[in-house]
Nanobody, 123 residues
Framework: QVQLVESGGGLVQPGGSLRLSCAAS????????MAWYRQAPGNQRELVAT???????NYADSVKGRFTISRDNAKKTVYLQENSLKPEDTAVYYC?????????????????WGQGTQVTVSS
């Protein structure tokens, strides 16, 4: 029904920058909140940032002032600009979205996950 595909991960030195993208596709009527999560080895998945359909944002304390979440509603895409990267930002980053879809039984709002993209911060 809905596919989320992340891109933009990779290897970067401490202090460097990356821009992650996540494009949604499928039988989408509209998308509500979109978010980025991350999971480092041995750790639980944690919320990094969220953005509502109206553009309101929220960030984890660990990334405030360094990361910026944005979205292009026409392209059904969410971005995460990561600046001043630190080794502790190393993780698999996952895109998440609440999307309305149309089906034979009516419209429904469900939560979807992407497959993840690896970000490694190392010298």
């Amino acid at each position: 029904q809905v596919q989320l595909v992340e891109s933009g991960g990779g290897l970067v030195q401490p202090g460097g920058s990356l821009r992650l993208s996540c494009a949604a596709s499928g039988s989408i009527l509209s998308i509500e909140t979109m978010a980025w999560y991350r999971q480092a080895p041995g750790n639980q998945r944690e919320l990094v940032a969220t953005i509502t359909s109206g553009g309101s944002t929220n960030y984890a304390d660990s990334v405030k002032g360094r990361f910026t979440i944005s979205r292009d509603n026409a392209k059904k895409t969410v971005y995460l600009q990561e600046n001043s990267l630190k080794p502790e930002d190393t993780a698999v980053y996952y895109c998440n979205a609440d999307a309305w879809t149309r089906s034979v039984i009516g419209n429904s709002l469900r939560n979807y996950w992407g497959q993840g993209t690896q970000v490694t911060v190392s010298s």
